[in-house]
Protein backbone atom coordinates (compact mmCIF):
# COMPACT_ATOMS: atom_id res chain seq x y z
CA UNK A 1 0.00 0.00 0.00
CA UNK A 2 1.30 3.43 -0.91
CA UNK A 3 2.39 5.57 1.67
CA UNK A 4 1.30 9.24 1.88
CA UNK A 5 3.05 12.08 3.47
CA UNK A 6 1.70 13.66 6.42
CA UNK A 7 3.53 16.78 5.78
CA UNK A 8 5.60 18.09 3.02
CA UNK A 9 9.15 20.48 2.76
CA UNK A 10 7.70 22.05 -0.09
CA UNK A 11 4.61 21.76 -2.37
CA UNK A 12 5.01 23.51 -5.84
CA UNK A 13 1.43 24.18 -7.64
CA UNK A 14 0.75 24.93 -11.13
CA UNK A 15 1.24 23.50 -15.02
CA UNK A 16 3.28 20.49 -14.61
CA UNK A 17 4.49 18.48 -17.67
CA UNK A 18 3.94 15.13 -16.81
CA UNK A 19 3.48 12.14 -18.57
CA UNK A 20 3.45 13.93 -21.79
CA UNK A 21 1.21 16.52 -21.62
CA UNK A 22 0.86 19.47 -19.52
CA UNK A 23 -1.82 19.35 -16.62
CA UNK A 24 -2.63 21.65 -13.28
CA UNK A 25 -1.34 19.91 -10.85
CA UNK A 26 0.16 20.05 -7.44
CA UNK A 27 4.06 18.32 -6.36
CA UNK A 28 4.83 17.92 -3.04
CA UNK A 29 8.48 17.63 -1.84
CA UNK A 30 9.93 15.98 0.96
CA UNK A 31 13.89 15.72 1.98
CA UNK A 32 14.77 16.87 -1.97
CA UNK A 33 12.56 13.70 -3.61
CA UNK A 34 8.71 14.11 -4.93
CA UNK A 35 6.58 12.59 -2.13
CA UNK A 36 3.37 13.32 -3.33
CA UNK A 37 1.60 14.41 -6.60
CA UNK A 38 -2.31 15.82 -6.27
CA UNK A 39 -5.00 18.00 -6.54
CA UNK A 40 -3.79 21.40 -4.33
CA UNK A 41 -6.76 21.14 -2.65
CA UNK A 42 -6.17 17.79 -0.93
CA UNK A 43 -2.15 18.26 -0.57
CA UNK A 44 -0.60 17.86 3.10
CA UNK A 45 0.55 20.72 4.68
CA UNK A 46 3.73 22.09 3.36
CA UNK A 47 6.27 24.24 4.96
CA UNK A 48 6.48 26.13 1.84
CA UNK A 49 4.13 26.81 -0.94
CA UNK A 50 4.97 28.20 -3.98
CA UNK A 51 2.37 28.97 -6.69
CA UNK A 52 3.41 29.48 -10.53
CA UNK A 53 3.27 32.15 -12.25
CA UNK A 54 0.07 31.66 -15.65
CA UNK A 55 3.42 31.82 -17.74
CA UNK A 56 5.63 29.14 -15.90
CA UNK A 57 6.07 25.20 -16.46
CA UNK A 58 7.24 22.97 -14.12
CA UNK A 59 9.46 20.71 -16.05
CA UNK A 60 11.79 17.21 -14.96
CA UNK A 61 14.88 17.40 -14.44
CA UNK A 62 16.50 17.46 -17.82
CA UNK A 63 19.82 15.00 -18.77
CA UNK A 64 22.05 16.23 -20.48
CA UNK A 65 24.68 12.71 -21.63
CA UNK A 66 27.72 14.99 -23.60
CA UNK A 67 29.32 17.79 -21.88
CA UNK A 68 32.77 18.98 -21.39
CA UNK A 69 33.11 20.58 -18.17
CA UNK A 70 37.08 20.25 -19.16
CA UNK A 71 38.17 21.90 -15.35
CA UNK A 72 42.22 20.13 -14.74
CA UNK A 73 44.44 22.26 -16.81
CA UNK A 74 41.73 23.79 -18.77
CA UNK A 75 39.84 24.54 -15.71
CA UNK A 76 40.25 28.91 -17.78
CA UNK A 77 38.11 27.65 -19.92
CA UNK A 78 35.39 25.83 -18.46
CA UNK A 79 35.66 23.85 -14.84
CA UNK A 80 32.78 22.12 -13.08
CA UNK A 81 31.50 25.14 -11.61
CA UNK A 82 30.85 26.98 -14.43
CA UNK A 83 29.55 24.48 -16.31
CA UNK A 84 27.24 22.94 -14.00
CA UNK A 85 25.84 26.54 -13.72
CA UNK A 86 25.43 26.76 -16.78
CA UNK A 87 23.35 23.24 -17.07
CA UNK A 88 21.29 24.02 -13.74
CA UNK A 89 20.59 27.65 -15.77
CA UNK A 90 19.17 25.52 -18.30
CA UNK A 91 16.98 23.05 -16.36
CA UNK A 92 19.19 20.27 -16.55
CA UNK A 93 19.98 18.24 -13.28
CA UNK A 94 22.49 15.53 -14.71
CA UNK A 95 25.29 15.78 -16.89
CA UNK A 96 27.22 13.24 -18.08
CA UNK A 97 30.86 14.05 -18.82
CA UNK A 98 33.59 13.33 -21.78
CA UNK A 99 36.96 11.96 -21.23
CA UNK A 100 38.85 14.42 -23.52
CA UNK A 101 40.41 16.66 -21.10
CA UNK A 102 43.90 17.38 -20.51
CA UNK A 103 45.01 14.88 -19.42
CA UNK A 104 42.50 12.74 -21.07
CA UNK A 105 40.01 10.29 -18.66
CA UNK A 106 41.79 7.09 -20.43
CA UNK A 107 42.26 5.31 -17.20
CA UNK A 108 41.39 4.81 -13.21
CA UNK A 109 43.68 7.66 -12.10
CA UNK A 110 42.56 10.26 -14.40
CA UNK A 111 38.65 9.30 -13.54
CA UNK A 112 39.83 9.74 -9.80
CA UNK A 113 40.84 13.15 -10.51
CA UNK A 114 38.07 14.15 -12.49
CA UNK A 115 35.64 12.37 -9.20
CA UNK A 116 38.08 14.91 -7.24
CA UNK A 117 37.14 17.88 -8.86
CA UNK A 118 32.97 17.37 -9.60
CA UNK A 119 32.53 15.86 -6.07
CA UNK A 120 34.13 19.67 -4.97
CA UNK A 121 32.41 21.92 -7.47
CA UNK A 122 29.31 20.29 -9.59
CA UNK A 123 25.81 22.00 -8.84
CA UNK A 124 24.31 19.01 -10.47
CA UNK A 125 24.20 15.62 -10.71
CA UNK A 126 27.29 13.77 -12.77
CA UNK A 127 28.53 10.94 -14.53
CA UNK A 128 32.03 10.11 -16.51
CA UNK A 129 32.56 8.22 -19.85
CA UNK A 130 35.61 6.18 -19.88
CA UNK A 131 38.19 7.21 -22.99
CA UNK A 132 39.51 4.17 -24.51
CA UNK A 133 42.60 3.27 -22.29
CA UNK A 134 45.56 1.15 -23.50
CA UNK A 135 44.11 -2.05 -22.12
CA UNK A 136 40.36 -3.99 -21.68
CA UNK A 137 42.07 -4.39 -17.81
CA UNK A 138 42.17 -0.87 -17.31
CA UNK A 139 38.59 -0.20 -18.81
CA UNK A 140 37.34 -3.10 -16.21
CA UNK A 141 38.80 -0.82 -13.71
CA UNK A 142 36.91 2.05 -14.70
CA UNK A 143 33.79 0.26 -14.80
CA UNK A 144 34.11 -0.87 -11.40
CA UNK A 145 34.79 2.42 -10.49
CA UNK A 146 31.66 3.38 -12.40
CA UNK A 147 31.52 5.21 -15.83
CA UNK A 148 28.13 5.62 -17.75
CA UNK A 149 29.93 4.62 -21.07
CA UNK A 150 32.96 4.38 -23.13
CA UNK A 151 33.49 6.99 -25.69
CA UNK A 152 35.07 6.49 -28.89
CA UNK A 153 37.48 9.34 -30.81
CA UNK A 154 37.69 9.00 -35.00
CA UNK A 155 41.71 7.91 -33.69
CA UNK A 156 40.49 5.46 -31.54
CA UNK A 157 38.99 3.09 -34.35
CA UNK A 158 42.82 2.53 -35.11
CA UNK A 159 43.87 2.10 -32.02
CA UNK A 160 45.27 -1.97 -30.96
CA UNK A 161 43.29 -2.23 -27.54
CA UNK A 162 39.60 -1.71 -29.51
CA UNK A 163 38.41 -5.06 -30.19
CA UNK A 164 39.46 -6.22 -26.87
CA UNK A 165 37.96 -3.14 -25.01
CA UNK A 166 34.38 -2.95 -27.10
CA UNK A 167 34.13 -6.91 -26.20
CA UNK A 168 34.21 -5.98 -22.81
CA UNK A 169 31.73 -3.19 -23.35
CA UNK A 170 29.63 -5.81 -24.50
CA UNK A 171 29.97 -8.52 -22.14
CA UNK A 172 29.57 -5.50 -19.19
CA UNK A 173 26.79 -3.98 -21.19
CA UNK A 174 28.39 -0.92 -21.04
CA UNK A 175 26.91 1.96 -23.72
CA UNK A 176 29.21 2.99 -26.37
CA UNK A 177 29.16 6.58 -27.59
CA UNK A 178 31.07 7.46 -30.62
CA UNK A 179 31.80 10.28 -32.72
CA UNK A 180 31.57 8.68 -36.01
CA UNK A 181 33.96 10.05 -38.57
CA UNK A 182 36.01 7.31 -40.50
CA UNK A 183 39.69 8.15 -39.41
CA UNK A 184 41.00 7.30 -43.06
CA UNK A 185 38.88 9.57 -44.69
CA UNK A 186 39.65 12.60 -42.29
CA UNK A 187 43.32 12.16 -43.53
CA UNK A 188 43.07 12.02 -47.46
CA UNK A 189 40.89 15.42 -46.79
CA UNK A 190 43.56 17.02 -44.58
CA UNK A 191 46.08 16.08 -47.59
CA UNK A 192 43.80 17.81 -50.31
CA UNK A 193 41.76 20.27 -48.79
CA UNK A 194 43.15 23.55 -48.26
CA UNK A 195 43.76 24.63 -44.88
CA UNK A 196 41.15 27.34 -43.71
CA UNK A 197 39.20 27.89 -41.10
CA UNK A 198 36.59 29.02 -43.37
CA UNK A 199 36.49 26.48 -44.81
CA UNK A 200 36.74 23.81 -41.64
CA UNK A 201 33.42 22.06 -43.46
CA UNK A 202 36.35 20.47 -45.96
CA UNK A 203 38.46 19.35 -43.74
CA UNK A 204 35.67 16.98 -42.09
CA UNK A 205 33.62 15.89 -44.91
CA UNK A 206 30.07 14.48 -44.99
CA UNK A 207 31.46 11.20 -46.43
CA UNK A 208 33.60 10.70 -43.26
CA UNK A 209 30.71 11.20 -40.66
CA UNK A 210 28.47 9.03 -42.79
CA UNK A 211 31.57 5.98 -43.44
CA UNK A 212 32.26 6.48 -39.42
CA UNK A 213 28.98 5.32 -39.13
CA UNK A 214 28.88 2.80 -41.27
CA UNK A 215 32.31 1.24 -39.34
CA UNK A 216 31.15 1.52 -35.84
CA UNK A 217 28.11 -0.45 -37.16
CA UNK A 218 29.72 -3.12 -37.99
CA UNK A 219 31.83 -3.71 -35.35
CA UNK A 220 28.48 -3.24 -32.86
CA UNK A 221 27.01 -6.15 -35.53
CA UNK A 222 30.23 -8.29 -35.07
CA UNK A 223 30.60 -7.80 -31.36
CA UNK A 224 27.55 -7.02 -30.10
CA UNK A 225 27.96 -3.95 -27.85
CA UNK A 226 24.89 -1.30 -27.58
CA UNK A 227 25.90 1.42 -29.73
CA UNK A 228 25.18 5.76 -29.66
CA UNK A 229 26.45 7.80 -32.11
CA UNK A 230 26.70 11.24 -30.63
CA UNK A 231 26.54 14.62 -32.70
CA UNK A 232 25.01 13.50 -36.15
CA UNK A 233 25.71 16.85 -38.10
CA UNK A 234 24.92 15.54 -41.78
CA UNK A 235 21.29 14.17 -43.64
CA UNK A 236 23.19 11.43 -45.21
CA UNK A 237 25.12 10.28 -41.88
CA UNK A 238 21.52 10.38 -40.19
CA UNK A 239 20.33 8.51 -42.93
CA UNK A 240 22.66 5.52 -42.44
CA UNK A 241 22.11 5.98 -38.97
CA UNK A 242 18.74 5.69 -39.13
CA UNK A 243 19.45 2.68 -41.19
CA UNK A 244 21.49 1.11 -38.34
CA UNK A 245 18.50 2.18 -35.98
CA UNK A 246 16.31 0.06 -37.87
CA UNK A 247 18.03 -2.76 -37.60
CA UNK A 248 18.26 -2.61 -34.01
CA UNK A 249 21.28 -2.07 -31.28
CA UNK A 250 21.98 1.52 -32.33
CA UNK A 251 20.85 5.18 -31.02
CA UNK A 252 21.54 8.33 -32.22
CA UNK A 253 21.85 12.21 -31.05
CA UNK A 254 22.46 15.66 -32.03
CA UNK A 255 24.04 18.75 -30.88
CA UNK A 256 22.04 21.96 -30.39
CA UNK A 257 24.45 23.91 -32.40
CA UNK A 258 23.35 21.52 -35.87
CA UNK A 259 19.80 22.42 -35.50
CA UNK A 260 20.58 26.27 -35.57
CA UNK A 261 23.32 27.06 -37.09
CA UNK A 262 24.95 26.11 -40.48
CA UNK A 263 28.12 27.10 -41.96
CA UNK A 264 28.05 30.94 -42.15
CA UNK A 265 28.42 31.63 -38.79
CA UNK A 266 32.05 29.93 -39.56
CA UNK A 267 32.66 32.75 -42.13
CA UNK A 268 30.94 35.58 -39.54
CA UNK A 269 32.75 34.55 -36.47
CA UNK A 270 36.07 32.62 -37.81
CA UNK A 271 37.22 29.43 -35.38
CA UNK A 272 35.39 30.42 -32.05
CA UNK A 273 32.57 28.47 -34.31
CA UNK A 274 35.07 25.16 -34.96
CA UNK A 275 33.47 22.08 -33.58
CA UNK A 276 34.04 18.84 -35.13
CA UNK A 277 31.74 17.31 -36.86
CA UNK A 278 31.58 20.66 -38.47
CA UNK A 279 28.38 22.96 -38.93
CA UNK A 280 27.16 22.28 -41.81
CA UNK A 281 24.44 23.78 -45.06
CA UNK A 282 21.82 25.30 -44.22
CA UNK A 283 19.37 22.24 -45.79
CA UNK A 284 21.71 19.75 -43.72
CA UNK A 285 20.27 21.59 -40.58
CA UNK A 286 16.70 21.26 -41.92
CA UNK A 287 16.77 18.04 -42.19
CA UNK A 288 18.17 17.43 -38.53
CA UNK A 289 14.71 19.60 -37.28
CA UNK A 290 12.48 17.66 -39.71
CA UNK A 291 14.05 14.26 -37.71
CA UNK A 292 14.07 15.85 -34.39
CA UNK A 293 10.33 17.08 -34.52
CA UNK A 294 9.21 13.23 -36.24
CA UNK A 295 10.65 12.27 -33.08
CA UNK A 296 13.58 9.90 -34.49
CA UNK A 297 16.55 11.11 -32.27
CA UNK A 298 17.33 9.67 -29.02
CA UNK A 299 18.91 12.76 -27.87
CA UNK A 300 19.85 16.12 -27.85
CA UNK A 301 22.89 17.08 -26.37
CA UNK A 302 24.55 20.46 -25.94
CA UNK A 303 28.46 19.11 -26.57
ZN1 LIG B 1 31.94 16.47 -27.47
Given at each position: ?A???TS??L?????????GS????????????????????KA???A????????E??L????D??V??????????????T???????????F?????NN?????????????????????????????????????????I??????????????E????????????????L????????????????????D?R?????R????E???V???D?????L?F???L?????A????T???????????????????????????????IA???P?????????????A???????????D
Amino acid sequence: MAVYPTSLDLLIEGRAYMNGSLMEVSIGIVGGKIAWIGKYSKAPPAAQVVHLQSKEILLPGMVDMHVHMRDLEEASKEDWYTGTLSALAGGVTFVADMPNNKPPARSLEVLKVKQREASRKALVDYGFYAGLPASSAELSRMIEFGVVGLKLYPDDLERDCLVESLRLAAAEGLLVVAHAEDPTILRLAEAIEPKDIRRHCLLRPIEAEAAGVRLLDYLRSKLGFQLHLTHISSARALFTALGCKLRGGVQLDTAIHYLFLDEGIVERVGGIAKVNPPVRREREVRVLLTALAAGMLDAVVSD
